[in-house]
């Protein structure tokens, strides 16, 4: 398989360019326009020669769109992720996609990678669900990696990052990389930061996170996108306001470069049994 980016065999890990679309979406009415948003930060990545540009979480919808899903929701073939497909192939980039899926009655917070040939190579549903989520939407079921010519990928949706056992089966799947889909709001992006930190340090995996800026109904959305090496270094950190920026992320393709150990097995603990226990217990009293 054929490795793009800057490629450093002695270090064993290379570069992938990847552009951070920290945008505003508009609400369900307004989808024309927030395609036309994300076409522009495409153009943007293309100019920047970005392989991967990753969207905020609900990107094409808004994040209110629960009580909309039989009128909005579509399915993976839909024509959403078939737009998203036309720009993939046109600015030659990989793309995270976030929107919501519906599949027979059920609904589902879906991040899908599109190749630059204009092809779903997987997709992921959001397993941990909050809010108001928990009364539209269904909760995922498993961890999704992706094998890529950029490395294997990992897709990971907003609240999922702060729960350790997510990123960790995902790592333990074979994923290079993960990137986090974010739609968090005013004065918890700092929490965000922080777990895509941990996560980052606790598997030696780099972590994208796009977050989502504006407001929509109730909700302010905070911002302060990010990207973090494996050995936790912060690589970019964007601001509270739309912005697009596009970063270098390494990420190693010889994962004992840095720590081999957290991949090895859970031992089986000995349990003595009870007569052994006891005996043992009496023993210690005697002396």
């Given at each position: 398989?054929?490795?793009?980016?800057?490629?450093?065999?002695?270090?064993?890990?290379?570069?992938?360019?990847?552009?951070?679309?920290?945008?505003?979406?508009?609400?369900?009415?307004?989808?024309?326009?927030?395609?036309?948003?994300?076409?522009?930060?495409?153009?943007?990545?293309?100019?920047?020669?970005?392989?991967?540009?990753?969207?905020?979480?609900?990107?094409?919808?808004?994040?209110?769109?629960?009580?909309?899903?039989?009128?909005?929701?579509?399915?993976?073939?839909?024509?959403?992720?078939?737009?998203?497909?036309?720009?993939?192939?046109?600015?030659?980039?990989?793309?995270?996609?976030?929107?919501?899926?519906?599949?027979?009655?059920?609904?589902?917070?879906?991040?899908?990678?599109?190749?630059?040939?204009?092809?779903?190579?997987?997709?992921?549903?959001?397993?941990?669900?909050?809010?108001?989520?928990?009364?539209?939407?269904?909760?995922?079921?498993?961890?999704?990696?992706?094998?890529?010519?950029?490395?294997?990928?990992?897709?990971?949706?907003?609240?999922?990052?702060?729960?350790?056992?997510?990123?960790?089966?995902?790592?333990?799947?074979?994923?290079?990389?993960?990137?986090?889909?974010?739609?968090n709001m005013t004065g918890e992006t700092r929490r965000q930061q922080l777990f895509g930190l941990v996560r980052?340090?606790?598997?030696?995996?780099?972590?994208?996170?796009?977050?989502?800026?504006?407001?929509?109904?109730?909700?302010?959305?905070?911002?302060?996108?990010?990207?973090?090496?494996?050995?936790?270094?912060?690589?970019?950190?964007?601001?509270?306001?739309?912005?697009?920026?596009?970063?270098?992320?390494?990420?190693?393709?010889?994962?004992?470069?840095?720590?081999?150990?957290?991949?090895?097995?859970?031992?089986?603990?000995?349990?003595?049994?009870?007569?052994?226990?006891?005996?043992?217990?009496?023993?210690?009293?005697?002396?």
């Amino acid at each position: 398989m054929k490795t793009v980016g800057r490629i450093d065999r002695k270090r064993g890990f290379h570069m992938i360019r990847t552009t951070l679309a920290q945008l505003s979406p508009r609400f369900i009415a307004e989808r024309a326009t927030n395609m036309m948003h994300m076409e522009h930060a495409l153009q943007k990545a293309q100019l920047a020669g970005s392989h991967v540009t990753i969207f905020p979480e609900l990107m094409t919808t808004g994040y209110a769109v629960g009580p909309h899903l039989a009128q909005h929701a579509e399915p993976l073939d839909g024509p959403t992720v078939e737009q998203m497909a036309i720009f993939a192939r046109r600015y030659n980039q990989y793309i995270v996609l976030t929107f919501p899926e519906v599949e027979g009655e059920a609904y589902y917070i879906t991040t899908a990678l599109i190749s630059p040939e204009g092809e779903v190579l997987g997709s992921y549903r959001k397993i941990h669900l909050r809010g108001d989520e928990l009364d539209y939407f269904t909760k995922g079921t498993t961890e999704t990696v992706i094998d890529t010519p950029l490395g294997t990928i990992g897709l990971m949706t907003s609240y999922d990052a702060e729960f350790p056992e997510t990123a960790r089966n995902t790592r333990l799947q074979g994923a290079d990389i993960l990137f986090v889909a974010d739609a968090n709001m005013t004065g918890e992006t700092r929490r965000q930061q922080l777990f895509g930190l941990v996560r980052a340090m606790e598997n030696r995996i780099p972590v994208v996170n796009c977050n989502r800026v504006g407001k929509e109904q109730t909700f302010e959305f905070g911002g302060e996108s990010f990207a973090v090496s494996a050995t936790g270094d912060v690589l970019c950190e964007l601001g509270s306001d739309v912005d697009i920026q596009t970063v270098d992320v390494p990420f190693y393709e010889r994962p004992d470069v840095l720590n081999e150990a957290f991949r090895a097995p859970k031992k089986e603990r000995l349990v003595p049994d009870e007569e052994e226990e006891r005996d043992e217990t009496t023993g210690y009293e005697e002396q």
